[in-house]
């Protein structure tokens, strides 16, 4: 972020008539897969050991531009026919460090895995490459990354902006060692350089030193990932992070479906007092909406999971909570905490600041647009019970904003999303699904293939 605490400028686009629910929804729902899953193996199976299958992989606008920067890296990804409701597989063929790329670009879009994530990787290739995006990519956090590469000895030519756009000169090979960034601003740093660091010749000793990092299950998440495809990943004491040398393994899996992306169909249980299952919600998993099961309690549902089935049943009302980390589930709870009878307090959420817009100055912005008493902190939000009112609710280009807005469309009559269309960052059947929950005898397609 570049110290402004402003929010992105709201285009005026299309309006959408947030569906109202004049009856409890009762409704069963499948979601694609996760961007943060995808975006990880996408990445791992361009740094593999052989060619790797990403079975029900996402498809959406985040996933399109980390395909794209791959390619423009020099790794194959071909589309093939699979059991995926939401789209094909996936085969990935890795890059080739030594061959000479000449000049290369990497469109960023908004997507803060793709910024974050592809720099490591490009410094393994041969050539120029250059990187930007939408332009409030320009806004986000990017110093850590840009500083780290400078830091393993590549040469990054950023005209001092410590920001979108840059671009590297890269030499076919990182000698790797012991690097020390800042990560408090995004999960995100250590991500990206732990993704790549098996692949220096050294491997990496990441080292956070700073005020505290945000998001740690994305971390956990990464380690889990490397860890299942052969690479040691020592992360026994806190903000060091030890990755070996040595191959990633290539692979054949499924990506699991997006457990925050379910969050805001989870939520129009309690928002309509109604009952939403989610089949196939994972046993095990690293994904951060594993957390909707305490979260929606303490907001007054009962959550049950029962044969790989989340259940949510909405409460007699939503409570107000205190709730810290939540990290990218945050505007889904803020939506129901201006639904809720009484006080709610999110905390340690301040670097949603830097996310695909300015999250705590768009939450209050638009919550309070509609009627609503919502109030930044430090590191949050104060939402306090107001009755809200019809009115337009801006999304700033922010897929977790417009499913904020449609999870108030359905308990306040008259809300319009402005670009409802942005939710294909990460889920471009988002409307979609959302009516399907209205449709009598909503039923949810099998998939065909083995789970
Ligand atoms: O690594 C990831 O896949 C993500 C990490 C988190 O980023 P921050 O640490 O910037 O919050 C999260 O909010 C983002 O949606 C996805
Ligand atoms: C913060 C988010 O995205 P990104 O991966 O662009 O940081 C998000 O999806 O909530």
Request: one cysteine or more; a negative charge.
């Amino acid at each position: 972020m570049t110290g402004s605490t402003t929010t992105n400028a709201a285009p005026h686009g299309t309006y959408w008539p947030a569906p109202f629910a004049t009856a409890p929804l009762d409704a069963t729902v499948r979601v694609p897969a996760s961007k943060s899953l995808t975006n990880r193996y996408l990445v791992l199976a361009a740094l593999a050991d052989g060619p790797s299958r990403l079975r029900s992989p996402l498809h959406s606008r985040d996933s399109a531009l980390m395909v794209g920067a791959l390619r423009a890296l020099g790794a194959g990804v071909e589309e093939v026919e699979g059991d995926g409701l939401f789209g094909p597989d996936l085969l990935v063929t890795p890059i080739q460090p030594d061959r000479p790329l000449g000049a290369a670009a990497v469109d960023c879009g908004l997507a803060g895995t793709v910024m974050r994530f592809v720099p490591p990787l490009a410094a393994l290739c041969s050539g120029h490459i250059t990187f930007d995006g939408d332009p409030h990519a320009r806004n986000r956090p990017m110093g850590p990354i840009i500083a780290g590469l400078r830091g393993l000895g590549i040469d990054v030519d950023d005209d001092g902006r410590s920001a979108l756009p840059f671009s590297l000169a890269a030499g076919g090979s990182v000698e790797g060692g012991h690097l020390v960034i800042d990560a408090s601003s995004s999960s995100q740093f250590v991500s990206a350089l732990l993704l790549a660091g098996a692949r220096f010749r050294r491997g990496l000793h990441l080292e956070h030193s700073g005020p505290p990092v945000p998001s740690l299950d994305h971390i956990a998440m990464t380690v889990q990932v490397l860890r299942g495809l052969g690479v040691d990943v020592d992360d026994s004491t806190p903000d060091h992070w030890i990755v070996s040398p040595g191959p990633v393994r290539a692979f054949d899996l499924r990506i699991e479906q997006d457990l925050s992306n379910a969050g805001p169909f989870l939520a129009a249980a309690l928002a309509t007092r109604g009952t939403v299952r989610i089949p196939d919600w994972p046993a095990e998993t690293t994904q951060v909406g594993d957390q909707w099961r305490s979260i929606l309690v303490r907001l007054g549902a009962s959550v049950e999971y029962d044969g790989g089935t989340l259940t949510v049943t909405g409460g007699a009302r939503i409570l107000g909570a205190d709730l810290a980390d939540t990290s990218e589930l945050a505007p889904t709870v803020a939506a129901l905490c201006a639904l809720a009878g009484s006080e709610s307090r999110l905390s340690g959420i301040a670097h949603l600041r830097g996310h695909e817009t300015d999250r705590l100055a768009a939450l209050v912005t638009e919550i309070n647009r509609l009627g609503g008493d919502a109030e930044e902190t430090a590191d949050g939000l104060i939402i306090r019970p107001r009755p809200l009112h019809a009115g337009v609710f801006h999304s700033y280009a922010d897929h977790r904003m417009a499913t904020a807005g449609a999870i108030i469309g359905l308990a306040v009559e008259g809300v319009q999303v402005e670009d409802i269309g942005t939710t294909s960052k990460t889920m471009p059947e988002f409307p979609e699904l959302w009516r399907g929950m209205f449709e009598a005898g909503n039923s949810v397609p099998e998939r065909t293939g083995a789970h």
